[in-house]
């Protein structure tokens, strides 16, 4: 206990041995309270999440702790808060004041600086051009700045917001201080968010690998520039709602309940099936080239002639459409090549055995001359030399026998 006391003794003295190297962050008085603490908004390409640090107003807890891991692995991990923060930031050039609200962000109090993860940022729609100006071969008044396009405005249309960035050493930076409570609730300073604080931001969503490597084909060229000008899509997997309890005892009360969750994709009404409650499959395509060209971003043109050139294979058909069957996922039949054309095929014998012991061949041919044969030992043989024929040629869609018994046995079909 007495070295404990003396070690904190010591560094008790220490401190009070340096009062010049305390830094003024606040200035009260008695009257009115205003925070002057200024600190630096840094990009951080290696941060999977933007960082509040001390210096800032924090508006929101989600409720949603997170533990954080550092550079170093033996130093282990902390559990920091989720929040949404604001700092104030005066432009440069103009002297306008925004102040710049970053949602679902680690709030880590004993930082002395805030680090912004420029893929949150740009999930966010706001664009993040990171390259110096002095590096850039045309620079412009947008290059290594943060910009954000249709920003609302109260006293005119929306405009675009453009704030430049500053290279503290070779990190980009933005100058930023801490605004009060009061002064964030008078809206006096137009508010420019940088994430998103309804859609939940997940670092290691493997989505965002999926769409990258989806806009290119394996050379590596981009797959269509006609699509990378639309930005980024998201596809809506499934909608589904749904109603509450409800007297099913009265016929309108019971429609409602009904379409509140709808899970038959069509019923065809224009036909008599309709009329003795048969549903039945459609005859013509399930998609049309409009519907195609906008769910995968390509041309009207590009998804015409995929249609027309697509063809659905192994269909499984349900004789009672009423009944719940669970099909296997069983996809042999995909893995051979498609014959356009009906193959005939018949066994043929001979009366002299071949040096290898070849009595009979199987023949597959065509109404067009084309023709393959397998010699065989026996007639029993015929199923090895179908399996051949697909494999090597490829499976037709029908094929014409005779009805002999070695073409109809459980092997052969």
């Known amino acids: 206990m007495h070295a404990v006391r003396s070690s904190s003794q010591w560094l008790t003295g220490v401190v009070r041995s340096l009062p010049q190297t305390r830094r003024v962050t606040a200035i009260t008085s008695k009257t009115k309270a205003c925070t002057n603490a200024e600190t630096t908004l840094e990009l951080d390409s290696h941060a999977d999440t933007c960082v509040l640090g001390r210096d800032v107003l924090i508006i929101q807890d989600f409720e949603r702790p997170v533990e954080v891991q550092g550079f170093d692995p033996e130093l282990g991990t902390q559990m920091f808060r989720t929040v949404s923060g604001v700092v104030a930031y005066h432009h440069p050039i103009t002297g306008e004041c925004f102040h710049l609200v970053i949602h679902q962000a680690i709030h880590v109090p004993h930082l002395e600086h805030h680090l912004l993860c420029p893929m949150q940022c740009r999930v966010n729609d706001v664009t993040v051009n990171d390259l110096p100006k002095f590096l850039a071969i045309d620079p412009t008044e947008n290059t290594h700045a943060i910009i954000f396009q249709d920003v609302d405005t109260d006293d005119g249309p929306s405009r675009s917001i453009t704030l430049p960035l500053e290279l503290k050493g070779v990190t980009s930076v933005l100058n930023v201080s801490v605004p009060t409570a009061d002064e964030f609730a008078s809206h006096t300073c137009t508010r420019l968010e940088f994430t998103s604080e309804h859609l939940i931001w997940d670092p290691n969503d493997p989505s965002f690998g999926e769409q990258e490597r989806a806009m290119t084909d394996y050379t590596g060229s981009i797959i269509d ?48 099936h309709a009329m003795n409650g048969t549903v039945r499959t459609r005859t013509h395509k399930p998609i049309d080239p409009a519907t195609l060209a906008k769910r995968w971003c390509i041309d009207p043109t590009r998804a015409r002639d995929t249609i027309e050139r697509t063809t659905q294979l192994g269909v499984r058909v349900c004789l009672h459409p009423t009944l719940s069957r669970r099909f296997s996922t069983n996809d042999r039949m995909m893995r051979y090549r498609r014959l356009q054309h009906f193959v005939f095929s018949d066994t043929m014998f001979a009366n002299i055995k071949s040096m290898r012991g070849h009595k009979c061949a199987q023949i597959f041919a065509t109404n067009f001359g084309w023709m393959r044969v397998f010699p065989m030992a026996t007639k029993g043989e015929a199923h090895d030399a179908l399996s051949l024929v697909f494999q090597r040629c490829g499976v037709p869609p029908a094929m014409i026998l005779d009805g002999s018994k070695e073409q109809l046995c459980k092997t052969f079909r």
Request: glycine share 6%.
């Open 225 to 272: 520039t006609a699509a990378n000008a639309r930005g980024r899509s998201l596809i809506i997997g499934a909608i589904s709602t749904f109603q509450d309890g409800a007297n099913v005892d009265d016929y309108d009360n019971l429609a409602d309940v009904l379409e509140a969750k709808q899970i038959v994709a069509s019923v065809d009404s224009t036909t008599s």
